[in-house]
């Protein structure tokens, strides 16, 4: 009778105790997903089809477009060039004098969208936690929409690897809760 009593028992804390440790850990996974994601767009440039993402725009644009930039010296040598027509007033272009990646798209110049992405608890009720990864501005979030329309697919999204990364760690995080009860 004992037995039975222990198992009761010790479901009954697993019951009480799983709502908050779902939380726990659909928010470590969330944040985990992100990382994967921001990691492959930011060094590879890659979609999670794991296809190249269209290279930034070698289109000429007006002056007053640029200027939102952590190096003025390089905004002013930029515009004074294209004032001289010594260079084309591209945001490749633009990239370029800044140092920064214009042989795969990062979606990352100042650093501002990726910092602001985030995760939250959408929705929670007894049987499931719900979490959105996005970003905590409106302005950010526009660039992340933005950067998923022109690669044409939600640059948050998963790889098949990063996916069954992602279970893996899932699967091994509720392991690990279920343990403790043993």
Same mark, same amino acid.
């Given at each position: 009778?004992?037995?039975?009593?222990?198992?009761? =028992?010790?479901?009954?804390?697993i019951?009480a105790?799983?709502?908050?440790?779902?939380?726990?850990i659909a928010?470590?996974?969330?944040?985990?997903?992100?990382?994967l994601?921001?990691?492959?767009?930011?060094?590879?440039?890659? =979609?999670?089809?794991?296809?190249?993402?269209?290279?930034?725009?070698?289109?000429?644009?007006?002056?007053?477009?640029?200027?939102?930039?952590?190096?003025?010296?390089?905004?002013?040598?930029?515009?004074?060039?294209?004032?001289d027509?010594?260079?084309?007033?591209?945001?490749?272009t633009?990239?370029?004098?800044?140092?920064?990646?214009?042989d795969?798209?990062?979606?990352?110049?100042?650093?501002?969208? @990726?910092?602001d992405?985030?995760?939250?608890?959408?929705?929670?009720?007894?049987?499931?936690?719900?979490?959105?990864?996005?970003?905590?501005?409106?302005?950010?979030?526009?660039?992340?929409? @933005?950067?998923?329309?022109?690669?044409?697919?939600?640059?948050?999204?998963?790889?098949?690897?990063?996916?069954?990364?992602?279970?893996e760690?899932?699967?091994?995080?509720? =392991?690990?809760?279920?343990?403790?009860?043993?």
């Amino acid at each position: 009778m004992a037995g039975i009593q222990d198992l009761i =028992n010790k479901y009954t804390r697993i019951l009480a105790e799983l709502p908050i440790e779902r939380e726990k850990i659909a928010l470590t996974i969330a944040n985990e997903a992100k990382a994967l994601a921001a990691s492959r767009v930011q060094n590879e440039g890659k =979609n999670s089809k794991g296809g190249k993402m269209p290279l930034y725009s070698d289109k000429p644009l007006p002056l007053y477009y640029f200027g939102n930039s952590n190096n003025q010296g390089a905004v002013a040598k930029f515009k004074k060039d294209v004032t001289d027509g010594k260079a084309v007033s591209s945001y490749e272009t633009f990239r370029r004098y800044h140092g920064m990646p214009t042989d795969k798209r990062t979606t990352t110049f100042t650093g501002d969208m @990726w910092k602001d992405v985030h995760v939250e608890i959408t929705e929670k009720t007894a049987t499931k936690t719900e979490v959105t990864i996005k970003a905590r501005s409106q302005r950010n979030q526009n660039k992340l929409n @933005w950067n998923s329309k022109t690669a044409n697919t939600n640059i948050l999204s998963l790889s098949d690897e990063e996916r069954k990364l992602i279970n893996e760690a899932h699967q091994e995080m509720i =392991n690990e809760y279920l343990k403790k009860f043993e």
